[in-house]
């Protein structure tokens, strides 16, 4: 019988998640998959194993857990309050999780997605060759209170590593190119766009975020004449308010509303990790760009593993030991330092 994760007691919104169903748009299924892709490759960095293995995603806040056989875990994404046993872990970093033990995850504390990673990865059955919760589309569901989970064969056995993020946090610059109806707003429209500061609205989920934001709505005299027409994750429409909405992974395939921009796809992490009232601001930059840009962040996911380094550095690793001061004094076994005359 293979390990199991048991969910104690589940958060709002945990879903196992992997990298999607890519190829089926044209029946009806966008891909899915986890709203921060960026985080499966650094649990897979952090355990030494495949990225496109599932992993639970867990939206604003996490749960408890307690596994019945030894598992290495690693957690990355929106950094959460985790204790084991209550004993307080590293976010960013790969642990043990002791048979029978507890594992604690609180809110979000920088980000709105975070992950937890075993070692072998969720082995549920695969539906039309994932793993991923499709929730809009009708594929599996939210995890619950007492579900347990079953656990692929661990090939791996390193824990206690860190992992330095890849910096997606806390809103910011998202950088866009030009979309279908992009030229279909006029230069003041689209110059007030780009010079807003735009937050992240509390209406977000999977599908897409909607823009908060002050004056007037964006809108183009084109909207009434477009057709509904392939949508793709990143692509900002413009609803009938005037606001915009940047879709994600779980976006329709379709739609009619214009659309001003769409968001690199390296970008596109930093929209989903924005907590409710973060500030983003719209950058446009040329296809040639946006290419270099994309091809830039790919490299990066497959270096990963440079940015790992163990939790405790071991001594026996550490080739200048000799040029650490690690004695500063000495004290004698015999002598009482609270004697009188006692050498100070």
Same mark, same amino acid.
């Given at each position: 019988?293979?390990?199991? $994760?048991?969910?104690?007691?589940?958060?709002?919104?945990?879903?196992?998640?992997?990298?999607?169903?890519?190829?089926?748009?044209?029946?009806?299924?966008?891909?899915?998959?986890?709203?921060?892709?960026?985080?499966?490759?650094?649990?897979?960095?952090? !355990?030494?194993?495949?990225?496109?293995?599932?992993?639970?995603?867990?939206?604003?806040?996490?749960?408890?857990?307690?596994?019945?056989?030894?598992?290495?875990?690693?957690?990355?994404?929106?950094?959460?309050?985790?204790?084991?046993?209550?004993?307080?872990?590293?976010?960013?970093? @790969?642990?043990? !999780?002791?048979?029978?033990?507890? !594992?604690? *995850?609180?809110?979000?504390?920088?980000?709105?997605?975070?992950?937890?990673?075993?070692?072998?990865?969720?082995?549920?059955?695969?539906?039309?060759?994932?793993?991923?919760?499709? $929730?809009?589309?009708? /594929?599996?569901? +939210?995890?619950?209170?007492?579900?347990?989970?079953?656990?692929?064969?661990?090939?791996?056995?390193?824990?206690?590593?860190? /992992?330095?993020?890849?910096?997606?946090?806390?809103?910011?610059?998202?950088?866009?190119?030009?979309?279908?109806?992009?030229?279909?707003?006029?230069?003041?429209? +689209?110059?007030?766009?780009?010079?807003?500061?735009?937050?992240?609205?509390?209406?977000?989920?999977?599908?897409?975020?909607?823009?908060?934001?002050?004056?007037?709505?964006?809108?183009?005299?084109?909207?009434?004449?477009?057709?509904?027409?392939?949508?793709?994750?990143?692509? *900002?429409?413009?609803?009938?308010?005037?606001?915009?909405?940047?879709?994600?992974?779980?976006?329709?395939?379709?739609?009619?509303?214009?659309?001003?921009?769409?968001?690199?796809?390296?970008? $596109?992490?930093?929209?989903?990790?924005?907590?409710?009232?973060?500030? $983003?601001?719209?950058?446009?930059?040329?296809?040639?760009?946006?290419?270099? +840009?994309?091809?830039?962040? +790919?490299?990066?996911?497959?270096?990963?593993?440079?940015?790992?380094?163990?939790?405790?550095?071991?001594?026996?690793? *550490?080739?200048?030991?000799?040029?650490?001061?690690?004695?500063?004094?000495?004290?004698?076994?015999? @002598?009482?330092?609270?004697?009188?005359?006692?050498?100070?």
């Amino acid at each position: 019988m293979s390990p199991q $994760l048991t969910i104690l007691q589940a958060g709002p919104a945990l879903s196992l998640q992997d990298f999607g169903r890519p190829g089926y748009r044209a029946e009806g299924l966008t891909q899915g998959g986890a709203a921060d892709p960026t985080a499966l490759y650094e649990g897979a960095a952090l !355990l030494g194993q495949a990225p496109n293995l599932a992993a639970i995603e867990m939206a604003g806040s996490g749960g408890t857990f307690r596994a019945d056989s030894d598992l290495r875990i690693a957690l990355t994404g929106a950094e959460m309050a985790a204790k084991i046993e209550g004993e307080a872990i590293v976010w960013n970093a @790969s642990h043990t !999780l002791p048979a029978g033990a507890t !594992l604690t *995850i609180g809110g979000a504390r920088n980000g709105s997605y975070g992950y937890l990673h075993v070692g072998g990865g969720f082995d549920t059955a695969p539906v039309m060759g994932s793993r991923a919760a499709h $929730l809009a589309g009708g /594929i599996g569901t +939210l995890l619950q209170s007492g579900e347990s989970l079953p656990i692929g064969p661990d090939k791996g056995h390193d824990t206690g590593m860190k /992992i330095t993020p890849i910096d997606r946090f806390g809103g910011g610059r998202i950088r866009i190119v030009a979309s279908m109806q992009t030229a279909s707003f006029d230069a003041a429209t +689209l110059d007030r766009f780009t010079a807003c500061a735009f937050h992240r609205d509390a209406r977000a989920n999977r599908m897409g975020v909607r823009l908060g934001f002050e004056g007037e709505g964006y809108s183009t005299d084109a909207a009434l004449s477009i057709v509904s027409e392939v949508v793709v994750p990143g692509d *900002i429409q413009i609803s009938g308010d005037g606001a915009p909405y940047v879709l994600m992974y779980e976006c329709q395939t379709t739609g009619g509303y214009p659309r001003i921009g769409s968001v690199l796809p390296c970008d $596109l992490p930093r929209v989903a990790q924005a907590q409710t009232g973060t500030d $983003l601001h719209f950058e446009f930059v040329g296809m040639e760009e946006a290419a270099t +840009l994309q091809a830039r962040h +790919l490299n990066e996911l497959k270096t990963l593993k440079s940015r790992v380094s163990p939790l405790v550095r071991d001594p026996a690793r *550490i080739r200048d030991l000799l040029s650490y001061q690690l004695i500063s004094g000495a004290i004698s076994a015999t @002598s009482n330092p609270f004697e009188e005359g006692h050498p100070t």
